[in-house]
């Protein structure tokens, strides 16, 4: 049972995709993330990359973010999603998009940017190192932008090579066998927040 921990919507359940295809951020792991960020979410632009059930997002927007894109290549995931939009009562806080999160990336204006990103894409893809260099070409994260990864790997930063020099890192964690990193955008050379 998944459930919204905080904000607005505490305690609203939220569906997930029935099977195996998806694997739902623990509550502990969903903790643990949302107490490391829980004083920097207010009026943030939120990115759900690999959406699956959208609990990510909607827990971020429970707590003060201002609205999420939700992105997935399922159309199954979205309409959960969708559904859980409505549950909390964030539907129209929110865009939803069918696709494949490098053709997203290929195509995404610049628009305002994002300033927090969710990739917790299914451990097998093995595409948060690719999914962040996608990103930052794309130019779509806004320096000072959030970047929360969760992998089952722990060599993240080693994947994104000269990139992560423009991060900081504000937490790594490992609970079981998933594998938290949670990242602080600095932005390119003269480029304004």
Same mark, same amino acid.
């Given at each position: 049972?998944?459930?919204?921990?905080?904000?607005?919507?505490?305690?609203?359940?939220?569906?997930?995709?029935?099977?195996?295809?998806?694997?739902?951020?623990?509550?502990?792991?969903?903790?643990?993330?949302?107490?490391?960020?829980?004083?920097?979410?207010?009026?943030?632009?939120?990115?759900?990359?690999? *959406?699956?059930? =959208?609990? %990510?997002?909607?827990?971020?927007?429970?707590?003060?973010? +201002?609205?999420?894109?939700?992105? #997935? @290549? &399922?159309?199954?995931?979205?309409?959960?999603?969708?559904?859980?939009?409505?549950?909390?009562?964030?539907?129209?806080?929110?865009?939803?998009?069918?696709?494949?999160?490098?053709?997203?990336?290929?195509?995404?204006?610049?628009?305002?940017?994002?300033?927090?990103?969710?990739?917790?894409?299914?451990?097998?893809?093995?595409?948060?190192?690719?999914?962040?260099?996608?990103?930052?070409?794309?130019?779509? *994260?806004?320096? =000072?932008? %959030?970047?929360?990864?969760?992998?089952?790997?722990?060599? +993240?930063?080693?994947?994104?090579? #000269? @990139? &992560?020099?423009?991060?900081?890192?504000?937490?790594?964690?490992?609970?079981?066998?998933?594998?938290?990193?949670?990242?602080?955008?600095?932005?390119?050379?003269?480029?304004?927040?």
């Amino acid at each position: 049972m998944m459930r919204i921990i905080t904000g607005k919507a505490k305690g609203v359940r939220l569906d997930t995709l029935p099977g195996d295809a998806t694997r739902p951020t623990s509550e502990r792991v969903k903790e643990a993330i949302f107490s490391s960020l829980q004083f920097d979410l207010d009026g943030r632009r939120a990115l759900d990359l690999f *959406a699956g059930s =959208g609990q %990510l997002g909607l827990e971020a927007l429970s707590r003060g973010a +201002l609205s999420c894109m939700f992105v #997935d @290549a &399922a159309p199954e995931a979205i309409a959960v999603v969708k559904d859980n939009a409505k549950k909390t009562g964030f539907f129209s806080d929110c865009k939803y998009l069918i696709s494949d999160y490098r053709s997203y990336l290929r195509k995404a204006g610049k628009g305002d940017g994002f300033t927090l990103i969710f990739l917790d894409p299914p451990y097998a893809l093995d595409a948060v190192g690719d999914a962040i260099l996608r990103i930052l070409s794309s130019k779509v *994260a806004k320096p =000072g932008c %959030l970047f929360v990864c969760e992998s089952g790997s722990p060599d +993240l930063l080693e994947k994104i090579g #000269d @990139a &992560a020099s423009k991060f900081d890192v504000l937490k790594e964690a490992r609970y079981g066998i998933t594998y938290i990193t949670l990242l602080r955008y600095r932005g390119e050379e003269g480029e304004q927040a």
